[in-house]
């Protein structure tokens, strides 16, 4: 109705098939920052393992997910593979809550999923229902969008966080000098748009260098999120993966995630994770 109005919309993904000039998608490799967070998942791991809190047997991660979405699932993934790459046993055990902010499902989803065995929680939830619970139980947590130190400062490790501001600002320089918008806009650590919470007290010793380095990797494109020689699915390594527009997302070793569009597109559950 408005064709001079440009209209931005956050994580969607119907921008591209609109056929409107003005309507445009935008998200952020947000999964960078979780594989950043699962590397600092992965040292505390490590760590009870060496300190013989935990057998490496043992080492299972707990994920607290909101919905069954390639965005939810891509997080995740991205989370396991940044702990696997420091404790290659490691296994994950996801949960869903069909909600994206429900502190009280959140918190016993939590509490379901560390009676199950899981040693350290992650979440793809908004609140910090989780947090909470893995406080009370001494259970070590990696929390999402914000630092979690404050409802969890003795076990809190850190929290993947968006910069939207990065956007933000290019839209307004693009509206404000006459330069046309992306239909998809897409960015990761490499222009400063996702990133980490400050590490809480938790976490193991040497994991400041660690996240310096795997970031430092990311940027320099050297370490690539969904390295397929990393995972396997049903025992195999993923060869090929096309998406609805009919574009092939396997290529160079690695899974091209938000690089064609920029909602996630990785919807595969790999060997090690399972889903309840």
Request: hydrophobic share 35%; with cysteine; aromatic share 10%.
């Amino acid at each position: 109705e408005y064709p001079d109005v440009q209209c931005c919309h956050a994580t969607g993904f119907k921008a591209a098939s609109s056929g409107l000039s003005n309507m445009h998608n935008y998200f952020d490799n947000i999964y960078e920052a979780r594989y950043v967070s699962g590397v600092v998942a992965g040292m505390k791991l490590q760590e009870m393992i060496d300190n013989g809190t935990i057998t490496a047997a043992e080492a299972k991660l707990g994920y607290v997910g909101a919905y069954p979405y390639a965005e939810v699932i891509s997080g995740f993934t991205a989370f396991y593979l940044g702990a696997k790459s420091i404790v290659n046993d490691v296994t994950m055990e996801v949960s869903y809550t069909n909600s994206w902010a429900d502190p009280s499902l959140e918190g016993e989803t939590a509490t379901a999923l560390i009676a199950d065995g899981c040693k350290l929680i992650s979440q793809h939830a908004d609140t910090t229902g989780a947090p909470s619970v893995c406080e009370t139980a001494g259970v070590p947590i990696v929390g999402y969008n914000v630092d979690m130190t404050t409802v969890a400062p003795s076990v809190a490790l850190t929290s993947p966080t968006n910069d939207w501001g990065v956007y933000y600002t290019h839209v307004a320089d693009c509206v404000l000098n006459g330069k046309a918008i992306e239909t998809d806009w897409c960015q990761g650590y490499a222009e400063d748009s996702v990133g980490i919470t400050p590490l809480g007290k938790a976490c193991a010793a040497g994991t400041q260098e660690k996240v310096d380095e795997t970031i430092a990797a990311i940027k320099e494109g050297s370490l690539h999120i969904f390295d397929t020689s990393k995972f396997t699915v049903e025992g195999k390594t993923l060869e090929t993966y096309t998406n609805a527009a009919g574009q092939e997302l396997v290529s160079d070793g690695y899974f091209h995630e938000s690089e064609y569009a920029s909602a996630p597109a990785f919807d595969i559950i790999i060997d090690g994770i399972s889903v309840k």
